[in-house]
């Protein structure tokens, strides 16, 4: 399976503001996938991030809150802007892979915590 | 659409005792199962995945899950659990193998006494 780093681990922010959390493979996989962990809760896709092209929103995330870049088939970026403590949570990277291998890897998550 | 019920919020058991967790499913035709463990500050770690054959799974960690289509079960069960098992366990369920609509439970915490 994929190896993904993802950083930063941690970060408080303050309100207004805007983070960028990134995500590294270590091999080249087709599909990668963010998702928003809030205190307490499951996993929650906020969108699936195409390559070469915009990434895929599920219901209730928009592209101007989390504006999503997917530059080449291992690396993510996902911003969370304009910042309010309702946006502290954990938020997860995770890349897909296909055949005998398919399942979801996920990185260690990044803590956000916004003031 | 698919989902996934974890029925148990929060199990305690004792270190050595046998442990099983559950895990629900509603979809209309075979799902793709899996069980992910996350301790305290981490990432989702994949423990076991079911896509057809042996209904019975191992994965790591000693753990294992049968996969029971007449109840739409998936249970995780382990026969002696260790202190480092405590963590919050997350049951989730795919429908195709293109691998964008997983779904996850609600997850289950589980605390080990000694």
Redesign the interface.
């Known amino acids: 399976?994929a190896v993904?780093s993802?950083k930063p681990s941690r970060d408080i922010c303050q309100r207004g503001t805007s983070l960028t959390i990134q995500c590294q493979v270590d091999s080249q996989v087709t599909?990668m996938?963010w998702y928003r962990q809030q205190p307490g809760?499951?996993?929650t896709?906020i969108a699936?991030a195409n390559q070469g092209s915009e990434a895929t929103y599920e219901s209730g995330f928009v592209i101007d809150k989390f504006p999503i870049s997917r530059p080449n088939l291992t690396f993510s970026t996902l911003t969370v802007s304009n910042m309010s403590p309702e946006d502290s949570s954990i938020y997860?990277c995770?890349a897909?892979?296909?055949g005998s291998d398919?399942?979801?890897?996920?990185?260690?998550?990044t803590?956000l915590t916004v003031v | 659409a698919q989902s996934v019920t974890q029925p148990d919020i929060h199990i305690t058991v004792s270190e050595g005792a046998s442990l099983e967790l559950r895990c629900n499913y509603s979809y209309g035709a075979t799902p793709y199962l899996f069980w992910y463990v996350q301790s305290p500050g981490q990432g989702l770690q994949l423990l076991l995945k079911y896509f057809s054959g042996d209904t019975l799974v191992q994965g790591i960690k000693g753990f294992e899950a049968e996969f029971k289509r007449s109840q739409s079960s998936f249970n995780l069960r382990k026969p002696s659990v260790h202190w480092s098992d405590a963590a919050e366990y997350f049951c989730a369920v795919g429908t195709n193998y293109n691998n964008n609509d997983m779904r996850f439970g609600a997850g289950t915490r589980l605390t080990v006494k000694p």
Do not use: E, K, P
């Not at chain 1, 398919?102 to 998550?109: A, E, K, L, M, R």
């Open positions: 399976s993904i993802q599909m996938f809760q499951s996993l896709l699936t997860l995770s897909a892979s296909r398919y399942g979801y890897t996920f990185g260690s998550g803590r």
